[in-house]
């Protein structure tokens, strides 16, 4: 285990923003990390935990430590003829993995193929994708607590997962390291193609008894024709969330812009795509130099190779400013901003 000084992180987010990090380590086990949290860099510096940097926007250089989590491994715990536990590190990269269930014929988690990022931050945000989220597999995970180098368990009750959320990203934001993760994965999988996305792809296809793999071949060639490949041009999946406003407001928005795009959530709220509205303003396709607005997505930023990440926040400002504007809705940032 190697602290590095003045790391480059280019390589570290799927953004794409060149920036350092004043200390850079990289942990491939507890261990590593219990030593180093015995470490006065360790005890006195700021502390940043990144994962597959897939959903972070770095606006300056990091001040302080960068612990990368690299911890592998892929374990069942437990197995009946039903269903398969699997505990797996928190390093592990989430898409290896969604295709190592596919293979082996374990369901739950094939509509959230092609996600970018690693298993141990999938909870934080509890990605999803096409009907299903990780909360739905998800048993429990480990975490190590970064002040007092304690290990504590979460359960998903514990976890108190949202759209897009859990208590990682809130009460408990920065701090615990998240060591590995447990799913259920069916071994008489449901399949899920409630998203209309994924029963056109099937239809097109001439497939009517979808298997797992269908499904996931069908969410990769969905997300391949709408989200741009980040190791082509840098971006982070979604920037913003999708907005939750009342049905009262969705029936007044409906006078004006008949066509609005929105999902019912419950007898009062209403889920809206924040993608239309950011089409819907004028922005789909905007380029500004090297950074804009994604041609086939609106909810996706990028940087076409150099931006800076305060000229993509700055972007982002404007977005959520003339989006209040037209529509009076607040839209949220989903990326971290660094
Ligand atoms: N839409 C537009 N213009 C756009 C984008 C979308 O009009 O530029 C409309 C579409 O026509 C469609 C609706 O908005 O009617 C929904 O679009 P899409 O199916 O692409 O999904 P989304 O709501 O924009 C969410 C997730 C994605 C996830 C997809 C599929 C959020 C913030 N984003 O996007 O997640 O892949 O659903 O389930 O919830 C991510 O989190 O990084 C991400 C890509």
Redesign the pocket.
């Known amino acids: 285990m190697k602290i590095v000084r003045n790391q480059e992180l280019v390589d570290f987010n799927t953004f794409g923003i060149a920036c350092q990090s004043e200390y850079f380590v990289e942990i491939k086990s507890v261990n590593d990390l219990m030593d180093l949290s015995k470490q006065d860099i360790y005890k006195n510096q700021n502390k940043l935990i990144l994962g597959g940097g897939s959903n972070i926007l770095f606006t300056s250089n990091f001040q302080g430590l960068i612990i990368k989590n690299n911890i592998t491994g892929v374990e069942i715990t437990k197995e009946t003829s039903d269903f398969v536990e699997v505990k797996i590190g928190a390093g592990v990269n989430w898409h290896e993995f969604v295709i190592y269930c596919v293979n082996q014929g374990w369901g739950g988690v094939e509509n959230l193929s092609l996600i970018p990022g690693n298993c141990g931050t999938a909870p934080m945000q509890n990605i999803?994708?096409?009907g299903v989220e990780i909360k739905d597999t998800f048993t429990k995970l480990e975490a190590f607590e970064i002040n007092s180098g304690k290990i504590a368990h979460f359960n998903a009750e514990d976890c108190q997962f949202g759209y897009?959320e859990s208590v990682f990203k809130n009460q408990f934001k920065n701090q615990y390291v998240i060591l590995n993760i447990s799913l259920r994965l069916n071994k008489n999988p449901a399949i899920n193609t409630s998203?209309g996305?994924i029963n056109r792809t099937l239809e097109s296809k001439h497939i009517s008894n979808p298997t797992i793999k269908d499904v996931s071949d069908a969410v990769i060639e969905i997300?391949q024709s709408?989200?741009p490949d980040p190791n082509k041009i840098g971006n982070s999946?979604?920037f913003?969330?999708?907005p939750i406003i009342p049905i009262s407001q969705l029936t007044d928005l409906k006078k004006e812009f008949p066509e609005i795009?929105s999902y019912k959530i419950d007898d009062s709220q209403v889920k809206i795509?924040?993608?239309?509205l950011?089409?819907k303003a004028g922005w789909?396709g905007k380029t500004f130099n090297n950074y804009g607005v994604h041609k086939n997505?609106?909810?996706v930023l990028v940087n076409y190779g150099g931006a800076k990440g305060q000229d993509i926040f700055d972007l982002s400002q404007k977005i959520l400013e003339d989006i209040d504007k037209k529509f009076q809705i607040k839209l949220e940032r989903?990326v971290n901003i660094i």
């Open positions: 999803g994708a096409y897009r998203y996305d997300r709408k989200l999946g979604s913003f969330k999708n795009v795509a924040a993608g239309w950011i089409e789909k997505q609106s909810l989903e």
